[in-house]
């Protein structure tokens, strides 16, 4: 059986509720595409059904073929590609055909990161004690996604319309989830 | 702490990136036409100016782009960042 990588940690997780709502949705698909042809990034976005973000920091969202996909822009030629679970290997074959001899890469890194949901009334401010990105609604609008340091973690920051969506290396995970439990300490009610 | 421009992620905090040395410098055309002495030169002499210098930097905790800025040297401020491959623009410090 397969454990995701915050597993042990459901019930201190949910303890930080209703402050914080952070719910793990693990083994999602992520595909790592390496690709600066413009052309070949609008062929693969016509595969996937959703346009390659062209504006840096940001990603885009849409439902095709393989259901909800979400494209984050994670450099000016490297994009990463999350679905549902287990689409990776399907997703990685359409990408490579849309590919075609352009120089690129596609990649199956679902093993990597592990995703996490944070929502909630506090979720900004305990972000806020561990990131230094401004994450302000005037500065980082819904559909930002920036990678940055949490506490010294690397991480994948998307900003959706009713919280964070976080992508954070499998290793590093229950590190990020003692530090959240830890920072999230001061908004509890008291019992 | 310092905030360091990012020509593609925009201002980010000076620990997600990396240090790479002095900019434009260029790899020799023929290496092994260079004596010993010049070769020296090439790895290891660098500039070490008071005032504005260009420099390497690697957002490494973000989009891990290399990039190049002007810093100068006495007072730690960024004069200006721009793209591998464009030109070092004009500053003034």
């Given amino acids: ?191 | 702490m310092q905030l360091i421009p990012c020509p593609w992620c925009g201002p980010r905090e000076e620990a997600e990136f990396h240090y790479g040395g002095q900019a434009h410098v260029a790899y020799p055309e023929d290496p092994s036409a260079l004596s010993d002495e010049e070769w020296a030169q090439y790895v290891f002499f660098r500039e070490n100016p008071s005032g504005p210098f260009a420099e390497r930097w690697s957002h490494s905790a973000g989009c891990r782009r290399w990039f190049n800025a002007v810093r100068d040297t006495r007072t730690h401020d960024l004069l200006a960042v721009y793209r591998v491959g464009e030109p070092m623009p004009e500053v003034t410090a």
């Fill in chain 1, 1 to 191: 059986m397969t454990v995701s990588p915050l597993a042990a940690w459901t019930d201190r997780l949910a303890a930080l509720a209703p402050a914080l709502d952070v719910t793990e949705v693990p083994f999602r698909s992520q595909l790592t595409v390496r690709v600066s042809d413009p052309d070949a990034i609008a062929a693969m976005g016509d595969a996937l059904g959703v346009r390659f973000p062209a504006v840096p920091c940001t990603f885009s969202a849409g439902t095709g073929e393989f259901g909800a996909v979400e494209v984050l822009w994670l450099g000016p030629d490297e994009f990463l590609v999350t679905a549902s679970p287990d689409l990776q290997v399907t997703i990685e074959e359409v990408l490579r055909g849309a590919l075609q001899d352009v120089r690129g890469s596609v990649v199956d890194t679902s093993a990597q990161r592990t995703t996490v949901v944070l929502q909630g009334p506090r979720a900004r401010d305990v972000l806020a004690h561990g990131c230094s990105v401004d994450l302000h609604p005037a500065s980082a609008p819904r559909g930002t996604c920036v990678q940055t340091l949490l506490a010294r973690t690397g991480i994948v920051l998307q900003v959706n319309d009713d919280g964070y969506t976080i992508l954070v290396r499998s290793s590093f995970a229950e590190y990020f989830a003692a530090w959240l439990a830890d920072a999230a300490t001061e908004y509890l009610a008291v019992p």
